[in-house]
């Protein structure tokens, strides 16, 4: 930290305090006030420019500042309220004391805008997010599109991911193509030359991806297609693209590339969840400098195979792990400070696999990587104090938890046997005991979901230790066993595919309900979302989280996140 920065704080300290030595009559209590607000002035003004450097990836790319002015304004209005409460009400002081906060609000302010001038000419030119095309052979164009009617999380710059699965398939092509990257999450889709087209679709933005590649198809680019959707669903993919690559693409990208270069792609390729060893680094240089996160993945798959996931059926039934060392390396190279450690489950499900988290935690804080970070896992998360302590100390500040339900018999039809081993409440509190917040997702729309049993979850959610709220409704994803049971049943209501597959986002009702008709099922889900996301519950949460893990920056997140979560819901209002 240079010096630099405490200049306002020190002109001001001594302003001040020879000010009052030559003015303030002699009141002992008051002296002490004074000296109590100035030395608690200066260790918030400390705090909050230490904050500021420590966040500069989020001060340099969101330009995030109110995060930066919340403590002194803070501790500013709290002093002056208690401190009127307690002073004689003479005019005199009261006109100095309010001088004296205008002056240090005045300091604060020039010490950060000082800093964040600092902070601005050091930080680095955007990275260029195309490779040079220099000498290359060949172009491989990879897509990133985004649904443009349903743009869920990707409406904040602060919940866009880089996609990490392309940056791995742009490190596994040889040296002599040429990779680029059309990221919808960063610029909408024009088009370039390309010898071959790699794209991958979630779901709900599959149709933006089958429009895509028809302007290639037009022009005689093969168009090779991947990702969940069209490995659940491959022939359908193929009425769109020429080749399809079903299941995780690393082992067989290889050959496909090879059999690009000989004239002899083939129709489908399916590849097998392979060993997570030596796991190919992603050329994260295809990437946007826009991105505030970096994505990291540490493991795949899932045994538990509850009915709406398609996680199983994608990356199978047995929990793979990359070694530690692999994944310490590779953070090592991020320069990014912020992580979103993209598995499923980060611990999974025994004990070898927490012990495995603790090495990896353990491993961050001993190479100092210094990275702030995220995940995905499951409730056992709360219950092991060891991996909770190394996750705090690795710098992690909030966690996503499938909650779904509440209630044990919803569970129970999910197959979320997982959660119906831990007692919620127990888990939650024992994350935020480590200063971590809790996001909890729930999901609407279960067969038997009543009115009542809505705003009875809605109720839940409030009262209890959850810090961020996802409600997301039950959609029947491709692949899951909830769609093949709904489709037997002849209770989808949106069936006209592909382009009906923009409503299976999880912001829609797209089956039939047992108790509820679709209208009085979004008005109830609607106003659900009303009370989780005002203004006035915002604030709520900010502080519930603030009491609960006594930690400002994961209230902060926790606020943030919320804030996210609130511009997706007005976002589907619109
Ligand atoms: S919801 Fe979670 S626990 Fe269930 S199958 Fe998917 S990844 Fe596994």
């Known amino acids: 930290m240079k010096i630099k920065y405490f200049i306002p704080l020190i002109c001001f300290l001594a302003v001040i305090v020879f000010c009052s030595l030559l003015m303030m009559p002699p009141y002992p209590l008051m002296i002490a006030q ?89 930080s680095k030119p955007p990275l260029q997010t195309n490779k040079l095309s220099v000498n290359k052979e ?82 005689g680019v093969q168009v090779v297609m991947g990702g969940i959707h069209a490995s659940m669903l491959p022939d359908e993919a193929l009425h769109y693209v020429d080749t399809v690559v079903i299941g995780e693409a690393e082992s067989i990208w290889p050959e496909l590339i090879n059999d690009f270069l000989k004239g002899k792609l083939k129709k489908k390729y ?28 540490t493991s795949r798959g899932c045994p538990m195979d509850c009915e709406f996931c398609s996680v199983t059926a994608f990356n199978g039934r047995k929990y793979r792990q990359r070694p530690v060392k692999d994944v310490l390396d590779e953070l090592e190279k ?22 495995r988290a603790v090495r990896l935690f353990k491993g961050m804080v001993e190479r100092k990587l210094n990275k702030v970070w995220f995940c995905q896992a499951s409730l056992n998360f709360g219950l092991d104090d060891e991996v909770l302590v190394w996750a705090r100390k690795a710098g992690c500040k909030l966690v996503f938890l ?14 979320k046997k997982v959660n119906l081993r831990i007692e919620y409440k127990k888990a939650l509190k024992n994350i935020n005991r480590h200063k971590i917040a809790v996001l909890g997702a729930f999901i609407n729309g279960t067969q038997a979901e009543t009115t009542r049993s809505l705003r009875n979850k809605a109720d839940y959610i409030l009262q209890h ?31 006209e595919f592909p382009q009906d597959w923009e409503r299976y986002d999880m912001g829609e009702l797209t089956f039939k309900l047992d108790n509820m008709t679709r209208k009085q099922f979004m008005v109830i889900h609607k106003e659900c979302n009303r009370r989780f996301y005002s203004r006035w519950n915002l604030v709520k949460q900010f502080f519930k989280t603030l009491i609960n893990t006594r930690s400002m920056e994961s209230a902060l997140w926790a606020y943030s996140s919320n804030k996210n979560y609130r511009n997706v819901f007005l976002s589907y209002k619109a």
């Open 334 to 355: 991020i320069p990014e400070q912020y992580i979103f450690f993209v598995d499923d489950n980060i611990i999974g499900y025994s004990k070898a696999s927490a012990q």
């Open 138 to 219: 060949k172009t491989l164009l990879l897509i990133n599109p985004v649904n443009p009617h349903k743009t869920g999380l990707t409406v904040n710059s602060s919940s866009r991911f880089p996609p990490l699965a392309l940056g791995i398939i742009a490190a596994l092509t040889p040296d002599n193509f040429h990779v680029e990257l059309i990221d919808e999450n960063i610029e909408q889709f024009h088009y370039k030359q390309a010898d071959l087209v790699g794209i991958t679709a979630f779901t709900s933005a599959v149709g933006r991806a089958y429009e895509i590649a028809s302007h290639y198809r037009k022009r």
């Open 402 to 415: 499938g909650l779904e339900t509440p209630d044990p018999e919803e569970l129970k039809v999910m197959n």
């Open 465 to 495: 230790p959850i810090d961020v709220i996802q409600t997301t409704i039950l959609t029947p994803l491709p692949g899951t066993r909830l769609f093949r049971k709904l489709e037997q049943e002849k209770r989808l209501l949106f069936t």
């Open 34 to 122: 004074f000296a109590l607000f100035l030395t608690g002035f200066s260790r918030t003004y400390f705090y909050a420019i230490k904050e500021t450097i420590k966040n500069r990836d989020a001060v340099i790319k969101l330009k995030v500042r109110s995060p930066y002015f919340m403590p002194v304004s803070i501790f500013i209005s709290v002093t002056a309220v208690t401190t009127f409460l307690f002073i004689p009400r003479d005019m005199d002081i009261i006109i100095q004391f309010s001088s004296c906060c205008v002056m240090a609000l005045l300091c604060y302010t020039a010490g950060v805008i000082i800093l964040l001038r600092d902070i601005k000419t050091e």
């Open 270 to 297: 399916t590849a097998e969840p392979g060993k997570l060893y030596n796991m190919p680094i992603a050329s994260r240089d295809i990437f946007s400098s826009q991105y505030m996160f970096a994505t990291v993945q």
